[in-house]
Structure formats: C-alpha cells, structure tokens
C-alpha cells in the first residue's frame, strides 16, 4: 500500500476519532489514539502527511464542511454518517487546498477508502460530493 494512502486512511480514522468526542483535538497529531505497536512503527512520512491532512482540513474546518454542504442533494449535513464525513472532509480539504495533486487521484483515494471502512453505497455518495466540488473549484479557475 502507498504511503499516501497509509496517510489519508491514518487522516481518516483521526477526524474520525475527532468528530467522534465531539471535537477534541487533543493527541490527535501525536496518533495518540493508535496502539503502541502501530504508533512506533509508523514510517516518518507516511505521519507527516497524514498531520498535514489532519491539521489542514481541522484548520479549514467550516470552509471544508461549506463546500461539502454545498454539494448535498436531498440530504442534510446532519444525516452524514460519520465514515462517510471523515472521508469527505479529508477528500474536500485537498481538492481545495492540495492543488499539486490531480484531483482524480483524491477522489480515487476517497473512493478506495470508503470502500473498505464505510457502507455499501457509501462510495458512490463520497463520488458524487467529491466530484461536485471538484467542478465547482476547476470552474473558478
């Protein structure tokens, strides 16, 4: 598995783990929520992008969950299961703001991750919002 990939499944389980106890950050950049094992055996990399992710998208958090909002059909922001808000916060927060890389690739990500950690539609609810603020930021220019 790439190290990306690691990073935005680790970014994941971390907002995740933040929404879950209603917003405390504490530890959440130290993976203080990760065993022992996995913690000390976590590749220097594969944490530093995962706490750009964290901390980028906790920092733009109304601007990221905005933008999510603003791509909901029929669907209130409230209703969001929270796998499916985690990943779409982390895919959200880098189609706005990680402009090197392709956005296909972040949706791509999102999508794999939904896949393993969320429902059985859950993929093709994270497509859709993904894709629609996607167009939204490459119409701006």
């Given amino acids: 598995m790439a190290s990306r990939r690691k990073a935005r499944i680790l970014a994941f389980q971390a907002l995740?783990?933040?929404?879950?106890?209603d917003g405390q950050a504490e530890g959440l950049l130290d993976f203080d929520w990760l065993d022992e094992e996995k913690r000390s055996a976590l590749d220097d990399e594969v944490a530093a992008f995962a706490r750009l992710l964290i901390a980028g998208t906790l920092?733009?958090?109304?601007?990221?969950?905005?933008?999510?909002?603003s791509h909901l059909q029929n669907w209130s922001f409230e209703r969001l299961k929270r796998v499916d808000l985690a990943v779409l916060r982390i895919g959200a927060y880098s189609l706005l703001n990680q402009r090197d890389i392709p956005a296909q690739i972040t949706i791509d990500e999102a999508i794999e991750?939904?896949?393993?950690?969320?429902?059985?539609?859950s993929y093709r609810f994270v497509n859709g919002v993904l894709d629609g603020i996607w167009k939204t930021e490459s119409a701006k220019g």
């Fill in 16 to 21: 995740y783990a933040w929404d879950s106890s």
């Fill in 59 to 69: 920092e733009s958090i109304e601007v990221v969950d905005a933008a999510i909002e």
């Fill in 113 to 121: 991750i939904v896949k393993e950690y969320g429902s059985e539609d």
